[in-house]
């Protein structure tokens, strides 16, 4: 047995501080006892064999992704300030990774740290700049943050999105808050045979379509003075 006498140990499990990033997770005693004997690298108790302070490129995305799904899981326990310590230490490995960005993006927003939301999202765009995600994303930051002209321009060149309904709600959302509603009506009318199609074809949901009905009717009422 020696040296390996421990794997037969109870498998018991505790808070401690990740071997990279400090941040306090759960992890099995003796996988931590094992991972730091062989120098690897250690994340929610997963043994990664890999050398931790030279990865390769393919161990960097491995980690990357590690880090990612770990801070996504902290997200949703409302761990935020937990979870920006892991998305940025999944950009510290792969510094491409858009759904890095977004997802430290919205830790840091709902951190009321604006300023920074706003450069990640940045930093998403410019790595994909046609990302749909990240530029509905920085709409929305947009518009809530009173920067509709941007969010309008934004939200202008997405060309056939895969998420065209998103796309004409935001729209519509942006400029009615800007107290453009005729040009609201004209955009979403002018888009409605698509949006039906679309809707049609299921690639449109129906709650969501159903809302856009809602906007465009509430639209051509205002139009008519009816509310």
Same mark, same amino acid.
């Given at each position: 047995?020696? #040296?390996?006498?421990?794997? $037969?140990a109870?498998?018991?499990?505790?808070?401690?501080?990740?071997?990279?990033?400090?941040?306090?997770? #759960?992890?099995?005693?003796?996988?931590?006892?094992?991972?730091?004997? @062989?120098?690897?690298?250690?994340?929610?108790?997963?043994?990664?064999?890999?050398?931790?302070?030279?990865?390769?490129?393919?161990? #960097?995305?491995?980690?990357?992704?590690?880090?990612l799904?770990?801070?996504?899981?902290?997200?949703? $326990?409302?761990k @935020?300030?937990?979870?920006?310590?892991?998305?940025?230490?999944a950009?510290?490995?792969? $510094?491409?990774?858009? =759904?890095?960005?977004?997802?430290?993006?919205?830790?840091?927003?709902?951190?009321?740290?604006?300023?920074?939301?706003?450069?990640?999202?940045?930093?998403?765009?410019?790595? $994909? =700049?046609s990302n749909e995600?990240?530029?509905?994303?920085?709409?929305?930051?947009?518009?809530?943050?009173?920067?509709?002209?941007?969010a309008?321009?934004?939200?202008?060149?997405?060309?056939?999105?895969?998420?065209?309904?998103?796309?004409?709600?935001?729209?519509?959302?942006?400029?009615?808050?800007?107290?453009?509603?005729?040009?609201?009506?004209?955009?979403l009318?002018?888009?409605? =045979?698509?949006?039906?199609?679309?809707?049609?074809?299921? @690639?449109v949901? #129906?709650?969501?379509?159903?809302?856009?009905?809602?906007?465009?009717?509430?639209?051509?009422a205002?139009d008519?003075?009816?509310?």
């Open positions: 047995m020696g #040296r390996y006498a421990d794997r $037969e109870p498998m018991q499990k505790e808070f401690v501080a990740c071997e990279m990033c400090k941040a306090s997770v #759960r992890v099995c005693n003796i996988a931590l006892h094992m991972a730091k004997a @062989h120098g690897m690298a250690m994340i929610d108790g997963e043994k990664l064999a890999v050398d931790a302070k030279n990865p390769s490129e393919e161990d #960097r995305r491995r980690l990357s992704r590690l880090y799904e770990r801070g996504l899981a902290l997200n949703g $326990e409302k @935020h300030k937990e979870a920006v310590a892991f998305f940025q230490k950009l510290e490995y792969d $510094e491409r990774s858009v =759904p890095a960005c977004l997802s430290l993006a919205v830790s840091l927003e709902t951190m009321r740290q604006y300023s920074k939301t706003e450069e990640v999202l940045g930093k998403a765009l410019a790595i $994909e =700049p995600e990240a530029m509905l994303m920085m709409a929305d930051y947009l518009r809530f943050h009173g920067k509709s002209g941007e309008v321009s934004l939200l202008s060149r997405m060309k056939e999105p895969a998420n065209i309904g998103k796309k004409y709600e935001k729209l519509a959302y942006v400029l009615m808050q800007d107290g453009q509603l005729g040009e609201a009506k004209r955009k009318a002018a888009a409605w =045979p698509e949006l039906r199609q679309q809707f049609e074809s299921g @690639h949901e #129906r709650d969501l379509y159903l809302r856009l009905g809602s906007i465009l009717f509430t639209l051509f205002a008519h003075g009816e509310i």
